[in-house]
């Protein structure tokens, strides 16, 4: 006998019905009017809408505050104000990193992500302890998230002899990339930054993504010196970029450029949508073949408060900011927010079709393009055919 | 004995127990700790926060879509091609004015929002119809939320003859205020336009909220021309500039002279946040002494199908579009969402103390900021002691 039968639900193709589960997988759709089939346990679906699994591709979940009291921002608006005020904080916060990290999981859990990629900072002052605490939450959380790591130079490598090492370190003590930013803004070095980054990468058989905030042609030859590296280590398919703001005001030419240059390396993106930043150019990368996909970036933290980890809100936040209005750009934010994320984190690409896993979320909306717009409450969340969210929260595995 | 009491509530300024409500007014905030009054009814709190009645300052209750099916966007981008558009969908929609602007305000209500502004248009093709149906649809919902009537020439008023006249006779049938928009862009005659928009205003003492989307220093000069008309007839305090994504863009010497301008004939700014389009800069518009609210503009519409018209999580995107963290500037960002707008109303402004109206949400929060940052679900709304949402959703009045 199935393990669970979820009745009365529908999909964004038009399917009224129910889904029978086992094992974790969708093992059959069933039509409604078709019999009930058999199963240890049976959900009401309440007519409500299945959509796939949401994956976070850009998190910071060592830097969150989510679960404990309320701490208000302190740092000045430049990113090194940023990085200095986080030392100062960080030794007077009384819950752990794996405490924090746990809390902004559950965060995630509850609003029906499946996947989260989150950078950890690696630094001097921090060496790996930050990677050990989001180790420890994301095992702590296994069967009901993914968490894939990357070990992130938040204070610089070439500014801080000894990161270099500990990067290599943590990518053999659990992390899963290796990170980087902003090679010329805060290394004032692009070489040696982005040399370091990649031999790293390609000793150890990681992936790369790197935060890259510069602005304007800054940026944009940085970003020629990431995808230049990626070509030369033939390391296509498993190199990110995080932000790229320059891609958003450059002219339409150079933009194209890149776009291409980008899809021949094998460099992604990932995106916020923007915020105070022109958004890059998301459709016209796409269309040049670049894999772009979104995440939710900070969550209430000391670089922001703003935030609540919700990646179908995200996608509404990137329709509005990148002005998204036909149903095709509803479409392709929902899927930057699920579907090319999970291509970029090496995840199957979420479906609720036989085979797939279990994992998705239910919402009082029509299809994908009205969930999008309104990002409803998930009613309901799934993870390998196991209850884990409802009304919009984590729900614990039952004893 | 008083009618309700809402037991087990805080509120931001650090105050925990209890409110006593009588006649739609708060009688008493009794502390934690002493003996609960005798009421009619009792309401436990569960110890949430308490906000603030939400005010939407610029809405387009009668071109929603919201409450009904789906209908995917169809216009292009240009605004001649969204009014066009409208003309052809409208005559198709098997749904009334009336029945759909009352499922918007109900969506409204569920977020907690006691007062709206909303633009209605006049034009050639509906003549006061669609004022007809906002203004049965506020019927309706009286005591649930407040509705202000901008009558609102979607179409231009020069370029169709008769628009001026309907517009005067709106404003005799139940429109609060004289709308206008774009008076170059649409009219092409900045003075013909808003000649006949304050006329109107003037000699039927009715207010001015004009739509300004016109870039650059298109609409530095209609704004300026605005001011002018303002001072000249001592409209101060009337009149609103909705959007003015000009001052956005425009070099901070000039955002501070119209700033000052602004102030000084009494006009006022309502925001959605910008969207694409650069934020007006409005904490120094705040600073300079000119009202700045903030509003949803297009909810699920033939406009923008974008939005859930709640108001606290437009504050959350003005603070991610404007760049706001720090607790000062998510205090402000509330303000332009609940307090700031009831002045421009012209209502009480929502506070949570003896003798103000009962019209309040709870919300699962530590304070205000923190509200803000997450903008959580309204778990219970009350307006002037009825309660009138739960979980998001308008509950109707109890037979």
């Not at 921002?73 to 904080?89: F, G, L, N, V, Y």
Request: with cysteine; glycine share 12%.
């Amino acid at each position: 006998m199935a393990d669970c039968f979820v009745a009365n639900v529908r999909l964004d193709d038009g399917f009224a019905g129910g889904f029978l589960i086992d094992k974790g997988r969708i093992a059959a759709l069933v039509t409604a009017g078709a019999p009930a089939p058999h199963a240890k346990q049976t959900i009401d679906g309440h007519g409500l809408l299945a959509i796939p699994a949401l994956v976070d591709g850009h998190m910071h979940l060592d830097k969150t505050l989510a679960g404990g009291p309320w701490l208000a921002h302190q740092a000045e608006p430049q990113r090194m104000s940023r990085i200095e005020t986080d030392k100062k904080i960080w030794p007077m916060l009384n819950r752990s990193v794996e405490q924090r990290a746990t809390a902004l999981l559950d965060w995630c859990i509850g609003h029906g992500t499946a996947h989260v990629r989150t950078h950890v900072d690696v630094d001097l002052e921090g060496g790996l302890s930050k990677l050990e605490g989001v180790l420890a939450a994301k095992a702590s959380r296994a069967g009901e998230v993914t968490v894939e790591i990357v070990a992130f130079p938040q204070s610089g490598i070439m500014r801080c002899p000894g990161v270099a090492d500990l990067l290599d370190r943590a990518v053999q003590s659990g992390a899963d990339l290796v990170g980087g930013l902003d090679p010329l803004e805060i290394d004032r070095d692009v070489k040696g930054h982005l040399d370091t980054v990649f031999e790293i990468a390609d000793h150890r058989a990681k992936g790369v993504d790197i935060h890259l905030h510069e602005p304007g042609e800054m940026g944009l030859h940085s970003l020629d010196q990431i995808c230049e590296r990626t070509t030369a280590l033939g390391l296509g398919g498993k190199v990110t970029v995080s932000h790229g703001f320059c891609l958003g005001s450059a002219p339409p030419d150079k933009q194209k450029a890149m776009a291409d240059r980008m899809a021949k390396a094998g460099v992604g993106l990932v995106t916020h949508g923007g915020a105070v930043w022109a958004v890059p150019p998301l459709e016209l990368l796409h269309e040049h073949g670049v894999l772009v996909f979104a995440g939710n970036d900070d969550v209430r933290d000391t670089w922001n408060p703003i935030g609540n980890a919700d990646m179908l809100e995200r996608a509404t936040m990137i329709c509005w900011r990148a002005d998204y209005r036909r149903d095709t750009q509803l479409r392709f934010a929902f899927e930057l927010c699920s579907g090319h994320g999970a291509r970029a984190l090496g995840q199957p690409v979420p479906a609720i079709a036989v085979g797939a896993d279990a994992s998705f979320a239910l919402v009082e909306a029509e299809h994908i393009p009205a969930a999008v717009a309104g990002h409803p409450r998930r009613e309901l969340v799934l993870h390998r055919g196991r209850v884990v969210g409802r009304d919009g929260k984590r729900v614990p595995a039952a004893a």
